[in-house]
């Protein structure tokens, strides 16, 4: 390609060149072994300065009409790059007979549900019933017998001399009871009276060690009642023998009922 100041030599002219070139080294007589070779270097050097003629003829030609032709169509359009392209084609359809694209699908989560399969309750295995055997359906099981409840025999304990108990233990041994009446004897007065002789429930009006309600009930014993521990013993002992039989019986009902 040349610019359009330079004047380049016509096919004529080229074609006049070689026509002379041709004819001069025609005249010429090789006079030694050499004159081959000066030849053949002659036409080659002719080739390659013809080819490189041809080809600016070729340019000088073509260079205007290939410029115009390129700064056309890079007026015409312009530039796209390659991811520019294949993004288009990615995020856009064309589809035959629709006038309009398609919306694009709303992919909001709150559509969506989740369904979870239950776990299933397991049911409860039954106990296995216990196995009777051929011995054990044959001898039956031996009842137990309830137990005995304990029975604390109250101990005895010797009664000062001179004292209400050392009086009352002596009229036990005349009526001809043991001493363990005489230790049922001494536990009953304990809780009733504490073996005082001026003992008093004011609530109920009782009196004295065998705790007489009413106290006067004693005189049919002595007319000392009030004082006389003796007096109240025996009028107790009479009370306690017609009714219960005997101390321990009458200590079996005051541990019941609260009374004898």
Request: hydrophobic fraction near 40%; proline fraction near 10%; include cysteine.
């Amino acid at each position: 390609m040349t610019s359009g100041d330079e004047i380049l030599p016509t096919r004529r002219e080229l074609r006049t060149h070689a026509d002379r070139v041709t004819r001069s080294s025609s005249r010429q007589v090789p006079t030694s072994s050499s004159a081959p070779q000066r030849w053949s270097r002659r036409r080659s050097v002719l080739g390659v300065f013809a080819a490189f003629a041809a080809v600016g003829f070729v340019a000088a030609y073509a260079g205007p009409t290939g410029l115009a032709i390129s700064q056309a169509s890079a007026e015409e359009a312009p530039p796209v790059s390659l991811y520019a392209s294949s993004m288009a084609d990615i995020q856009t359809r064309v589809v035959a007979g629709d006038a309009e694209p398609a919306e694009p699908r709303d992919l909001d989560r709150g559509g969506y549900t989740v369904y979870v399969e239950p776990k299933p309750t397991p049911t409860p295995e039954p106990e296995p019933e216990p196995v009777i055997t051929a011995v054990d359906a044959a001898v039956p099981a031996e009842p137990v017998a309830p137990a005995e409840p304990v029975v604390w025999t109250l101990p005895f304990v010797t009664p000062d001399p001179g004292s209400a108990q050392a009086i009352a233990y002596d009229m036990v041994k005349a009526r001809g009871w043991g001493d363990d009446e005489f230790s049922c004897l001494v536990a009953l007065w304990n809780k009733e009276s504490g073996w005082r002789v001026n003992a008093y429930n004011a609530s109920s009006g009782a009196y004295g060690i065998p705790q007489s309600l009413p106290g006067s009930k004693m005189a049919t014993a002595g007319a000392d009642w009030e004082t006389n521990p003796a007096t109240q013993i025996t009028w107790g002992l009479g009370y306690i023998s017609g009714r219960y039989g005997a101390p321990c019986g009458a200590w079996a009902h005051s541990q019941s009922v609260g009374w004898y």
